[in-house]
């Protein structure tokens, strides 16, 4: 809420400029005030429960209703509704809020070092929205403007660690967009990148950690180092300190279990996962997160347990508003009834999957692709897929061991399938990395007449285990090699794996 200007009769004037040496109207100057309405509401918001932060919010409208930050924790509440929902009827509605928020920001104390934080932070959210939905050439303008201002408020305050947080994530987004999205770079102007990013956010977090006043920023931190973590960088060491710094926390925040459910689900371990998803939190008025019912029927489908899996999926397609995953759980719900052979219900889920949801993020490409093309599994090659993605690697090498692949005759797609699934089982088991390579250059050496994904993500884990091993050079070209690959499925994770790998290496010192 900015200062407001009111005519004031004349008569009045000299009345109050007499007093106004004796006297400062503490409400008519809007300032930032960090304090304990703020920080609870702060904390509330990060735990989803918004109801409870709003509370504190509106016990400080009654002290100082011009706090800047009151205007900055509602914008959070509204970028993590429509992040959590994805429900568009909402983001149109809030998004109406975004303009007199940052007018009310830029009336308030211009000495404070939350006064362009604050503009910043409310940009950058936004963008991170407007993504959501498509809206790219604001998204970018918003970028820019928050680095622009997050820049101009570390040379005004460089003690101000908050900065950080926030310059870190928009480091990570600019080195990372790809050659091809040159043009967005080139409106930002500005350049990123992925380990500068990386590093500011690692500091940060041991400033939380080492320092009280800023602990509460903690949960915020490891959620964006963990979702950054899992889809920039292929690092098992980095996935496991990140569990051990969330610890027990995700008992108290929908937040944290979905961090830490992910992260062991990366580390190979579904049981582990499972656990975290299915406890049950304490009474609290926590946001409803529909997403978690996803990853439990992901959890149930990798360990086989059709039944369960089927009925979480169902969960969440009945609850969930947003645009993502849609295709996907469809996908899913035919993949259990084909492994249940039922063949009716698979040609209905696959019907659903390519008249339903939106085709944005991969897994939902693929999923329309897979069903649009009536793609035929093989049972046990399946099988063992989904026991490779839950970490069960044993029970998935004996299942392909078992397969008899003079059975596929001239299959390609099934011979590719069958030494990808062998290569991606021998790696995560650790057997030696020049055999692990052999069996990827296995499906390099079949012709690629189907644009199918295992051949790009054979040269990505190529390229990783090269420069895992400190071969820079090989890593470099296979990195290439996977960029030169178009149109395929999970082509924008599988691209992103490789930019952010050729960025690294350009990074490193030797």
Not at 48 to 77: C, M, T
Not at 121 to 150: D, G, M, P
Not at 379 to 405: C, H, P, W
Request: glycine residues 4%; contains cysteine; positive net charge.
């Amino acid at each position: 809420m900015g200062f407001h200007t009111f005519e004031i009769p004349i008569f009045f004037m000299r009345i109050i400029l007499s007093l106004s040496f004796l006297f400062v109207f503490s409400y008519s100057y809007a300032q930032f005030f960090n304090n304990a309405n703020m920080q609870n509401a702060y904390s509330h918001i990060l735990h989803l429960e918004f109801s409870s932060a709003k509370e504190f919010l509106e016990s400080e409208k009654l002290v100082n209703p011009n706090n800047g930050l009151i205007i900055l924790n509602e914008n959070y509440i509204d970028f993590l509704k429509i992040l959590l929902s994805e429900d568009e009827v909402f983001f149109k509605q809030a998004k109406k809020n975004k303009y007199s928020r940052i007018y009310s920001l830029s009336s308030n104390d211009k000495n404070s070092p939350y006064y362009l934080f604050a503009q910043a932070e409310v940009h950058l959210q936004w963008a991170l929205t407007r993504i959501k939905f498509k809206e790219y050439l604001q998204a970018t303008y918003e970028l820019q403007k928050a680095y622009r201002l997050l820049e101009k408020n570390t040379e005004k305050f460089p003690d101000f660690f908050l900065n950080d947080k926030s310059l870190g994530v928009l480091h990570i987004l600019i080195g990372s967009i790809p050659k091809s999205y040159s043009w967005i770079t080139n409106i930002i102007g500005v350049e990123g990148t992925v380990s500068s990013g990386f590093s500011k956010l690692y500091n940060f977090l041991e400033f939380t950690e080492n320092n009280k006043g800023y602990g509460i920023y903690k949960s915020e931190i490891l959620f964006l180092l963990s979702f950054l973590e899992m889809n920039m960088n292929n690092e098992p060491s980095l996935y496991q300190k990140l569990v051990l710094k969330i610890g027990d926390s995700y008992k108290k925040s929908d937040l944290m279990k979905f961090c830490l459910s992910r992260l062991y689900t990366k580390l190979g371990n579904n049981k582990k996962s499972l656990e975290i998803l299915e406890y049950i939190s304490e009474d609290r008025d926590s946001y409803y997160f529909p997403y978690l019912n996803y990853l439990k029927g992901m959890s149930k489908l990798y360990n086989l347990e059709l039944l369960a899996s089927e009925k979480y999926f169902k969960s969440f397609l009945d609850s969930f508003r947003g645009r993502n995953y849609i295709k996907s759980a469809y996908n899913k719900l035919a993949i259990i009834a084909f492994l249940n052979n039922k063949e009716s219900d698979r040609l209905i889920y696959d019907s659903l999957t390519i008249k339903l949801g939106f085709s944005i993020i991969d897994e939902d490409v693929q999923s329309y692709k897979s069903a649009l093309n009536n793609i035929n599994h093989n049972k046990d090659m399946l099988e063992s897929r989904l026991l490779y993605d839950g970490g069960y690697f044993v029970r998935a090498r004996n299942i392909l061991f078992q397969i008899d692949t003079l059975s596929f005759k001239s299959e390609k797609k099934l011979i590719t399938e069958y030494y990808y699934r062998l290569a991606r089982v021998s790696q995560a088991l650790n057997e030696d990395y020049f055999e692990v390579i052999k069996n990827f250059e296995k499906v390099l050496s079949i012709n690629n007449n189907d644009n199918l994904y295992f051949y790009p993500m054979s040269n990505l884990q190529i390229a990783l285990l090269y420069e895992q091993n400190g071969n820079k050079n090989k890593a470099q070209e296979f990195f290439r090699k996977t960029l030169e690959y178009k149109g395929f499925n999970y082509s924008n994770g599988i691209h992103q794996g490789a930019t952010s790998g050729l960025s690294r290496l350009a990074e490193s010192p030797n």
